[in-house]
């Protein structure tokens, strides 16, 4: 069995032994927050620079490249001593757009819109205020550009991969019911994207190879409401 298939059976027999457990110190808490993800994708960056290249002699203000993005997180945690099972989901976006003037004067623009929706199970392992969480996630990538002269939107990439997330946060219990965590993370991907038709909407030549893993890492600050 390969890595990617030992990770989702573990964390499914985990689920399953919390699922099953019927110990009263259990707990249930739901969670909302704030995720800041950081990231260099080199494939992606670089059609950024080949389409900002092509375009030099008309572009103004160039596209950024791809480094950050932020959203909400919302998810629910199940503890049990010092053990816990969380499911989280988060919705990362951000925005870039090139703007300059054609030789005829006319207005050039081109923006494009960044989201990915991510959903985590993991198992978090409890040391005093610091815990250490691994997790399985599935991230809805999505790309669109705007259609000129219009506020519609085009996909350019709509697909989704498989990932694994660690991380290690630092929790803070103001009550028996609400607590706040500082948690910062690592995201690796186990499948990649393919962002041929990225390079298409840029209207830019090619790569031999357009697989990206968007490996990002990042902080989630987070509220728990629930009893502890």
Same mark, same amino acid.
């Given at each position: 069995?390969?890595?990617?298939?030992?990770?989702?059976?573990?964390?499914?027999?985990?689920?399953?032994?919390?699922?099953?457990?019927?110990?009263?110190?259990?707990?249930?808490?739901?969670?909302i927050?704030?995720?800041?993800?950081?990231?260099s994708?080199?494939?992606?960056?670089?059609?950024?620079?080949?389409?900002?290249?092509?375009?030099?002699?008309i572009?103004?203000?160039?596209?950024d490249?791809?480094?950050? $993005?932020?959203? #909400?997180?919302?998810?629910?945690?199940?503890?049990?001593?010092?053990?816990?099972?969380?499911?989280?989901?988060?919705?990362?976006?951000?925005?870039?757009?090139?703007v300059?003037?054609? /030789?005829?004067g006319?207005?050039?623009?081109e923006?494009?819109?960044? +989201?990915?929706?991510?959903? =985590?199970? +993991?198992?978090?392992?409890?040391f005093?205020?610091?815990?250490?969480? =691994?997790?399985?996630?599935?991230?809805?990538?999505?790309?669109? /550009?705007?259609i000129?002269?219009?506020?519609?939107?085009?996909?350019?990439?709509?697909?989704?991969?498989?990932?694994?997330k660690?991380?290690?946060?630092?929790?803070?219990?103001?009550?028996?019911?609400?607590?706040?965590?500082?948690?910062?993370?690592?995201?690796?991907?186990? =499948?990649?994207?393919?962002? +041929?038709? $990225?390079?298409?909407? $840029?209207?830019?030549p090619?790569?031999p190879? =357009?697989?990206?893993?968007?490996?990002?890492?990042? $902080?989630?600050? #987070?509220?728990?409401?629930?009893?502890?």
């Amino acid at each position: 069995m390969n890595v990617f298939g030992l990770l989702i059976r573990r964390h499914l027999i985990i689920l399953f032994l919390f699922t099953i457990c019927t110990n009263m110190s259990s707990q249930v808490q739901i969670k909302i927050g704030y995720n800041l993800g950081f990231m260099s994708p080199g494939v992606y960056d670089q059609m950024v620079s080949e389409f900002n290249i092509s375009n030099f002699e008309i572009i103004d203000i160039p596209l950024d490249e791809l480094d950050f $993005m932020q959203g #909400v997180e919302l998810g629910a945690r199940y503890q049990l001593a010092e053990n816990a099972v969380e499911f989280s989901w988060s919705n990362l976006k951000q925005d870039g757009a090139a703007v300059g003037e054609t /030789e005829s004067g006319a207005l050039f623009e081109e923006e494009f819109f960044y +989201s990915m929706n991510q959903f =985590t199970l +993991s198992f978090e392992n409890f040391f005093g205020p610091l815990s250490i969480g =691994t997790g399985i996630g599935y991230n809805r990538i999505r790309f669109r /550009e705007r259609i000129a002269g219009s506020d519609h939107k085009r996909d350019l990439i709509n697909d989704s991969q498989w990932t694994a997330k660690i991380s290690v946060a630092y929790n803070i219990i103001s009550s028996r019911s609400v607590s706040f965590a500082i948690k910062p993370y690592i995201q690796i991907p186990l =499948t990649n994207i393919n962002l +041929s038709q $990225m390079a298409e909407g $840029m209207d830019i030549p090619q790569r031999p190879n =357009t697989d990206e893993g968007f490996l990002h890492w990042g $902080m989630s600050f #987070v509220f728990y409401n629930g009893k502890h």
